[in-house]
Each structure stands twice: as structure tokens, then as C-alpha cells.
């Protein structure tokens, strides 16, 4: 049941068309489904503004069919489904309408909500290679309502390439800054940008680049103000904190 739902109820309470007890009636589910490998959250929505994303790495097709088909059956009309590869997608796709990204790995059933926030995310990615987690995040952001700029393969390498988007860069409301390697993108953009960066450091590198540890120490150690630091590879956190940051009024 979404904040709106309630909202709606306590105002037919309110206006006399429905009494007390048919509303607590209808206020009195569940918080959760029990099944028992997961509890799906019904309530989430109501807390945080959004509901429940489900994780599908480390779980069935099965598993993650049942959870999805919880939430569905609780008012959800649409799910978000990350980390999901290929071989899952297409046995999800035999039971549910689901749109399935290759590159992001985001499985998506129902329909995408239109966009609501009050500007525009701009992701960019340091290069290529980086643009499995820029999509996790852009499409992230793009699910949660919010309109996405994407720039790709704008890093350090070729400076250039970054300066010729200032204008964009410049009207961003939130940017995410997606880099392996050395991981300075992040503390260029947060040197030319007056919004928050929300940096994603990826595990993109040669050796001493630790799997992208290094360009996550680089970001944390970033002396232009205004840029934070999400888990490597995290593109779901960044897309869904951006979405936040975007939806709060100015």
C-alpha cells in the first residue's frame, strides 16, 4: 500500500464516506509477505518514498519471481530487479512482462513511472568500459522518475571531451561521476560543477588498481568539495541517491 493509498483513506474517513472500522480494516495488512526465503516489504514505499528493489544476484529465477509477483500483488506497478543476468531474465521473461538491459543488468516488469524530478541527473562515464555500472546507475535513476543526461567516456585521458559538455555539467541538478582507474573524473566534475557529485568508483584497472580500490580511495581523497563516495561498482546506489537529492525541493 503506497503513502498515497492511505492518504486517500484517511480522507474518506475525514469526509465521512467511510467509517473508522472499514478503514482500519483496510490499513490492517500486513506490513510483509512471509516467504520464508524472503519477506517482501509492503510498507517501504510509505517510509522512504520507494518501494522495495529486489537484489537478484545470489537468488533463483524462482525466488525472484516470487517476490516480484508479493509486491506486484500489493499495489506495486512496476519492480525494479538489479544485478540479474541473462541466463534469469529469460526464464523471468517466460512468466512476466519484463524488460531486460544486457548492459546494466536491471530487469524491469510493468511500466516505467514518467519522469517527476525537478532536473536533470547527468551521468558520465571515464570511458567504455565504465558504462555497465553508468547504466546501472542512469536507468536506476531513470526507473525512480527523474530525467537522466548521459556523457560517456568523458575521462582524463582526453580532457576535451569533458570540457565540450560544460553547459550541461553546469545545469545538472546531481551528477554522477563513474570512473575506474585513478578515479579523478569525479574530483574534475566537482571542480566545475555547483551541484552535488556523486562519485562510483569502478573496478575497472590494471593490477595495482586493486579491483577498483584505488580510484575508491582517490574519490574519498578528493579535495574538491561537494563530491561523495558510493561502494565500488555501486551504480544502484548512485542512481537511487541522485533520484533523492533530485526529488527534494529547492
Known sequence: MAAQDILAILEQVESGKLSAKDAHLLLKKKPFDDLNFAKPDHHRAIRQGEAEVIYGEGKTAEQIAFIA???????????????????????????????????????????????????NIVVASAGTSDMSVAEEAARTAEFFGNRVVRLYDVGVAGLHRLLSNLDCIMSARVIIAVAG?????????????????????????????FNGLAALLAMLNSCASGVSVVNIDNGFGAGYLAGMINRMSQ
Do not use: F, W
Not at 181 to 209: K, R
Open 69 to 119: 509477483d508479493s509486491l506486484c500483488a500489493n499495489g506495486e506497478t512496476s519492480v525494479l530487479i538489479t544485478r540479474l543476468s541473462e541466463e534469469k531474465a529469460a526464464v523471468l521473461q517466460k512468466t512476466h512482462k519484463m524488460h531486460y538491459d544486457t548492459i546494466s543488468r536491471l530487469g524491469i516488469i510493468g511500466t516505467m513511472p514518467e519522469a517527476e524530478g525537478k532536473g
Open 181 to 209: 582507474m585513478e578515479g579523478a573524473l569525479a574530483s574534475v566534475i566537482g571542480g566545475l560543477a555547483d551541484c552535488p557529485v556523486i562519485a562510483v568508483p569502478t573496478s575497472v584497472g590494471y593490477g595495482a588498481s
